[in-house]
């Protein structure tokens, strides 16, 4: 495969890695089994159990498992044919997925905040057209 086609495939890739990692650790479809994870990885005693719970709460370390899943499917390699390919690759595409998921949250977060700006201003409306009452 080209050079030129592997970038194609690592951003084309890096969207359902993110996709992935981004409902199971933020969307309300998993919300129970998020919140379970969490009093888990909290309130565990051994590091390494509260470790694997923490990992289904955090979309970056997330993403990582997401990607060795994705690679083993598709075989995705970046630069070289070997074990490296597959090393870089995956970084790759953790690294990509995570900018993905960075430009959505900030979507998100400018969406409500003109959300919030236009009900506020609509508040402010009505209460002149009511003569502050």
Not at 68 to 92: E, K, Q, S
Not at 95 to 100: K, T
Request: a neutral charge; hydrophobic letters at 45%; glycine letters at 6%.
């Amino acid at each position: 495969m080209s050079l030129g086609s592997q970038i194609v495939a690592l951003f084309l890739l890096s969207l359902p890695v993110a996709c992935v990692a981004w409902t199971v650790t933020h969307e309300e479809v998993f919300r129970e089994p998020r919140n379970f994870c969490v009093r888990k990885s909290n309130g565990c005693r051994r590091w390494w159990e509260r470790k694997f719970f923490y990992l289904f709460t955090c979309e970056y370390c997330f993403s990582h498992y997401v990607t060795v899943f994705f690679i083993a499917v598709t075989r995705f390699h970046l630069l070289y044919d070997d074990w490296r390919g597959y090393l870089v690759g995956g970084f790759a595409l953790v690294w990509v997925a995570n900018q993905y998921m960075s430009l959505y949250n900030r979507l998100r977060l400018d969406i409500k905040s003109e959300k919030m700006e236009a009900e506020i201003k609509e508040k402010i409306v009505s209460e002149d057209e009511n003569g502050g009452e």
